[in-house]
T-cell receptor, first 110, second 113 residues
């Protein structure tokens, strides 16, 4: 079954404690991306990657890192999370951007 | 960078009527325009997209139109049904997505029975 898998689905963490949200796709897509969704602000792109070892900043990259060492995985790293990074995060992949979304990760930073 | 404005923020229509959601974009280099549907508590789902070399695209009850000169594009849903109730997002990207994706803030579509 074609899918984009994010883990974890829910995470509560404390300010400053490094965390990684994983994203994996099994469709051999070149394009992968990360978004955050906040009430009243809609969806905003954090980072995207057109291929292995190629990553670019989206509209809200501050406080986030990504890596694309292999085609199927695109982890999102928060080196020092802060409360303003509390949000719902989505990973997506596709031949076009945002074609298939993962199920989402709800992150709370206290 | 790109800026995408979406209107209206809420749209209520009677079941069976048509619904139209409009978006404008600022970057004339943008050439890829997807639309997403997000039901409550679920992930966004790509429902239709259009590229700048096409003026209109249809898929059953859904159609998207693009006016490059005016820099606006619209989603049309005909014969609306209760399952069309959701939040709809438009987005725009340059290079077919090679330069990232910028979203509108969404339209909450309510289908009244």
């Amino acid at each position: 079954e074609a899918q984009v898998t994010q883990n974890p689905r829910y995470l509560i963490t404390v300010t400053g404690k490094k965390l990684t949200v994983t994203c994996s796709q099994n469709m051999n897509h070149e394009y992968m991306s990360w978004y955050r969704q906040d009430p009243g602000l809609g969806l905003r792109q954090i980072y995207y990657s057109m291929n292995v070892e190629v990553t670019d900043k989206g509209d809200v990259p501050e406080g986030y890192k990504v890596s694309r060492k292999e085609k199927r995985n695109f982890p999102l790293i928060l080196e020092s999370p802060s409360p303003n990074q509390t949000s719902l995060y989505f990973c997506a992949s596709g031949e076009a951007p945002g074609a298939f979304f993962g199920q989402g990760t709800r992150l709370t930073v206290v | 960078g790109e800026n995408v404005e979406q209107h209206p923020s809420t749209l209520s229509v009677q079941e069976g009527d048509s619904a139209v959601i409009k978006c404008t974009y600022s970057d004339s280099a943008s050439n890829y325009f997807p639309w997403y549907k997000q039901e409550l508590g679920k992930r966004p789902q790509l429902i239709i997209d259009i590229r700048s070399n096409v003026g209109e695209k249809k898929d059953q009850r859904i159609a998207v139109t693009l006016n490059k000169t005016a820099k606006h594009f619209s989603l049309h849903i005909t014969e609306t049904q209760p399952e069309d109730s959701a939040v709809y997002f438009c987005a725009a990207s340059r290079g077919g997505g090679a330069d990232g994706l910028t979203f509108g803030k969404g339209t909450h579509l309510i289908i009244q029975p």
